[in-house]
Each structure stands twice: as structure tokens, then as C-alpha cells.
């Protein structure tokens, strides 16, 4: 008998050390997970406030006033992007557990913002760098300024009086930010035929990365997918004419949209490029989730069923 207490005092002793193991090894993989995401979103509230600063650092000039404005917004900014990245529950950002939609529409911004400052710095203080670039944005500007395109579209929003250097200013800084997004939503579809984006990621958490969607209202999820993904492209294609009309409508009466300002030609063009890249990217998004949901339905169905038989 005291051989047998004895064995079961080991084993006890063994599973209780066993136990303890497992318990300290889950909690070292929780603040691993904890520490690892509060890192990302720190390092991407960082990267969105260099972003926003980047006019104001590159291009001389910028009074005190409006360094402050600007710090007061890349703050605000960052905090909203580390609050957003730090929980694990949703929040106003799409797509954030569903790598790299999110990186890639930052890319595309920041790029955008910074090009162009670089182009608005030649007029101010010239290096080789800035004549560079401008002259190869000039380029391109003159290429995409065709009949009813884009390009052609941004310069109505000048005001009468704008002489040509001005109008070339804006030719040249809509030209580029036109031709990153493209590029970027370009290697988007690229990447998401070469990775079977969000599969590869594990299982799609609609809850997470679709706040905004909510899949148990409305009919059937796919159809609601497809639609909403319809609605973003066309808005997409169409918002780079429509934003030069509606901004020439509403300048009726008023005084029409200056755009000899710096940073006010870079925020208006990077927001008239981003805004329909953007819708386009999350209408390819939601039809390719659409696709996925379809997919595996085909497979549930295809799958045999086992057990009880219909009588």
C-alpha cells in the first residue's frame, strides 16, 4: 500500500508540474500576443504621423502656426490608429486584421503625399533631387492630360484668373498622384491573385475586419457582398470626374477653389487620387470575400454527410 501512495503521490506531483507548465507557457504566449500587438500599433500610429508631417518638413516656409495645426493632427491621427490597432475588438478601421490591404493603402498615401511635396519644394527651394522628380512628374502630367481625363478634370478646379505656370503646377501634382494610385491598386490585384488574399491568413473574421458590415441582416451575405462591392467601383471610377464638377457647382457664387497654395494642392490631389483607389481596392476586397464565402459553401455541400440517413 505504500508503494502505491507513493506512485500516486509521483504522478500527482508530475501532472500538478505538468499543469503549472502548461498554464505559465499559455500565459507567456498571451503577453507575448499583448506585447506584439501593442508594438504594431505603436509603429503604425508612428508611420501615420510622419506621413502627415511630411509637407510641413520638407517644404520650407511653413509658419509657426501651421506646424502646430500640423503636430495637432498627426497626434490626433496617431492616437486614433494606435487605439484602433492596440484592442483586439473591431473598430473604424476595415480590413485590420487582413494584411496587406491596409499597408498597401498607406503606401500609396504616403508615397502620393510625398512625391508630391518633393515636386512642391522645386518651385521653393530647387535641389537635384526636386528637378528630378518635377521633371518627370511634368511628363507625366502632360501624357495623362488628354480629353475627359482626369487630369484634364483636376485643372478646371483652378480659378479663372490662374496663369499657366499654375495650371501646369496642377497638371504635373495630378498626374503623378493619379498614376501612384493606379500603380498601387495595380499590385493590390497583383497580390491578391498571387496570394489568395485573406485565405492564406487563416479563417476571415467579418466581425473584425468588416465593422461596418453586418452579415445577419439583409438577406443573404453573398449577394450583399457582391452588391456593395458593385457600388464601390463604380463610385471608384467615377469619383476622379465627379469631385472637379461638384467642386466647380458648389463654386458658384463663391469664390472658386485656390490651389496655388503648397499644402493645400498637395491634401486636395493626394485626397482627389486616394478616395477612389481606395473604393476601388475595398470593392475588390469584398467581392473576393464574396467568392470565398461561395467557395466554401460548394465545399460544405460537396462534403458527405455521415451519420443519421433520411428515412
Not at 508503494?3 to 499559455?26: F, M, Y
Not at 522628380?133 to 478646371?156: C, E, M
Amino acid at each position: 500500500m505504500g508503494k502505491i501512495e507513493a506512485a500516486r503521490h509521483n504522478v500527482r506531483g508530475k501532472l500538478g508540474t505538468r499543469t503549472r507548465q502548461w498554464i505559465a507557457s499559455d500565459r507567456f504566449e498571451e503577453g507575448k500576443a499583448v506585447v506584439s500587438r501593442l508594438t504594431g500599433a505603436a509603429a503604425r500610429a508612428f508611420f501615420v504621423m510622419v506621413m502627415i508631417i511630411t509637407p510641413s518638413v520638407l517644404l520650407p516656409g511653413t509658419g509657426a502656426d501651421g506646424k502646430e495645426m500640423v503636430a495637432l493632427v498627426a497626434l490626433f491621427a496617431g492616437a486614433l490608429t494606435f487605439t484602433e490597432y492596440k484592442t483586439t475588438y473591431p473598430g473604424l478601421v476595415e480590413f485590420r486584421d487582413a494584411p496587406p490591404f491596409n499597408r498597401m493603402r498607406f503606401l500609396i498615401l504616403f508615397f502620393t503625399v510625398f512625391l508630391l511635396a518633393v515636386i512642391e519644394k522645386n518651385e521653393l527651394a530647387p535641389t537635384s533631387l526636386t528637378r528630378l522628380i518635377s521633371a518627370i512628374g511634368l511628363l507625366i502630367g502632360n501624357a495623362l492630360d488628354f480629353p475627359y481625363s482626369p487630369v484634364r478634370l483636376a485643372t478646371l478646379m483652378m480659378t479663372q484668373g490662374s496663369d499657366g505656370a499654375q495650371v501646369a503646377a496642377v497638371r504635373t501634382a495630378a498626374g503623378v498622384a493619379y498614376l501612384v494610385s493606379a500603380l498601387g491598386l495595380a499590385y493590390f490585384v497583383v497580390l491578391l491573385k498571387m496570394n489568395s488574399w485573406p485565405s492564406r491568413n487563416g479563417v476571415f473574421n467579418v466581425w473584425i475586419n468588416l465593422p461596418t458590415f453586418d452579415p445577419t441582416t439583409g438577406g443573404d451575405v453573398v449577394a450583399r457582398l457582391e452588391r456593395d462591392a458593385r457600388i464601390n467601383i463604380a463610385f471608384g471610377f467615377l469619383l476622379p470626374f465627379l469631385i472637379p464638377a461638384v467642386v466647380k457647382i458648389g463654386a458658384s457664387g463663391f469664390e472658386p477653389l485656390t490651389l496655388t497654395a503648397p499644402q493645400t494642392l498637395i491634401w486636395v490631389l493626394t485626397a482627389w487620387s486616394f478616395l477612389p483607389c481606395s473604393l476601388f481596392m475595398r470593392g475588390i476586397a469584398m467581392g473576393k470575400i464574396a467568392e470565398m464565402i461561395r467557395e466554401q459553401r460548394k465545399l460544405s455541400s460537396a462534403m458527405p454527410r455521415s451519420g443519421f440517413q433520411p428515412a
